[in-house]
Every structure is written in C-alpha cells, then in structure tokens.
C-alpha cells in the first residue's frame, strides 16, 4: 500500500477551500485551517489551486489533496478540467491530485477514458482521485486505472441532483466491490455521518464546508430562525 494512503486511512481530510470573491480568499487563512484540523487530528488536507497548494505543502506536514477548479465554456466539468490544470498541480507538489471522473464530455470535447489514459501515461507514479458522482462512475474509474474513488460529485451533476448526501449507499456499494480506497466526500455535516460513511466501508472521509467555509456555516444558522 502506498505510504500517503496509509497515512490517510481510517481518518479525516479536512477541505480547506476558498473561492474567488469569499472572505476567506488567501493562501494564508488556508494554511491558518489547514494548520487548525490538522491540530484537531486530521491526516490529510483537500485543497483547490496551486498558490493554496504549495503554501499548504510548505507549511503543514500532511498530505494535500489537489485540485483546480477552472470553467471552460463548452463542458460543465471544471474539478481539473484539462492536462493543463493537472500539470500545474504536479509542479506544485500535490500528493494526490483530484479529477473529475464523471460521465460527461470534458472540455474540447474529449472523453474522459482518453484524457486519464494520457494523464497516467504522462505521470505514471503520481497519485489520482476520481471524483465521482454514480456507482457507474466509480468502476470505471478503477477500470482505468485512478487509484481512489471520490463520492465527491454526487449531488452535482444532472443526473445525481436528488441524489442523498452523503451517499451511504454508493459509499457501501463501491467499497464491496472496489480493490481501491473509496474516500466519503460531500454533504457530511455531522459527527454522526462521519461515523456512518465509515460504517459503509470508507476509507477515508473528505470534509469541507460543515468546518472550514464560516459563510456556508453562518447561513445554516441564520436561515434557521427566519
């Protein structure tokens, strides 16, 4: 077993995020949250661009989870859309770097067997998670070779859009049945769900706004008594 997955296994990954136009948009609060889980005993970090990427990696001794969010205009895939965005991630140093691998055209209208074929051949020892929003996702991802499979997508994407979050049952479904670690990513809010993905097989489990985004927090509570 890879020794960056076996750090991560059976612990929390904290998702320390921030978009453009977010309070919290600099690389120093994101090294600030990061350094907080990883105080409160997170194993590894999620972390979108490569200016987050290398102040995190630089300053905290855990393992980062990279992404580049970036819109094309002709694909609604945007979690590291090109080789151009994967290429930036390798030079910024990101231990594992995440994907988009779900069923729809990438951008330039390629597909996304092709594009991980050339991404792998390309960076053959590099770490891959797919994000994933299907079951179906989930083993083609295995199929092509992606070492983790992400429950990240689902909820995002047109098909999964009422889909229940957490995805316990993808969870539970793609931990039978996958050799490679499945990590529990998205609509996890409690202590009690995090027990439960774990309950389902996780391997790992994948936070973001229910501790690091104050704006998504503050609304809950705020839309709770008006």
Request: glycine share 8%.
């Amino acid at each position: 077993m890879n020794d960056i997955l076996q750090q991560l296994k059976g612990g929390l990954i904290v998702s320390c995020q921030a978009l453009p136009g977010e309070p919290l948009h600099m690389p120093g609060y994101m090294v600030g949250m990061a350094e907080a889980a990883k105080r409160a005993g997170a194993v590894g970090i999620r972390s979108n661009g490569t200016e987050d990427v290398r102040a995190i990696r630089k300053e905290i001794a855990l393992p980062v989870i990279g992404l580049i969010k970036f819109y094309y205009d002709d694909s609604e895939v945007y979690i590291t859309p090109t080789m151009r965005e994967a290429e930036a991630l390798v030079e910024a140093g990101a231990d594992i770097i995440a994907i988009d691998a779900t069923d729809r055209i990438r951008p330039f209208g390629e597909k996304r067997e092709t594009f991980f074929e050339q991404l792998r051949r390309r960076y053959p020892k590099q770490l891959f998670m797919a994000d994933c929003a299907t079951i179906e996702d989930g083993l083609l991802a295995e199929k092509i070779g992606y070492d983790i499979i992400g429950t990240t997508m689902c909820g995002y994407t047109k098909e999964t859009q009422q889909a229940a979050r957490p995805p316990f049952e993808m969870i539970r479904f793609l931990s039978v049945h996958c050799k490679i670690p499945v990590f529990a990513e998205g609509g996890i809010w409690t202590p009690e769900e995090l027990k439960k993905v774990f309950e389902c097989g996780a391997y790992s489990a994948v936070i973001g706004s229910a501790i690091t985004r104050p704006y998504e927090i503050a609304k809950r509570f705020v839309e709770a008594i008006l």
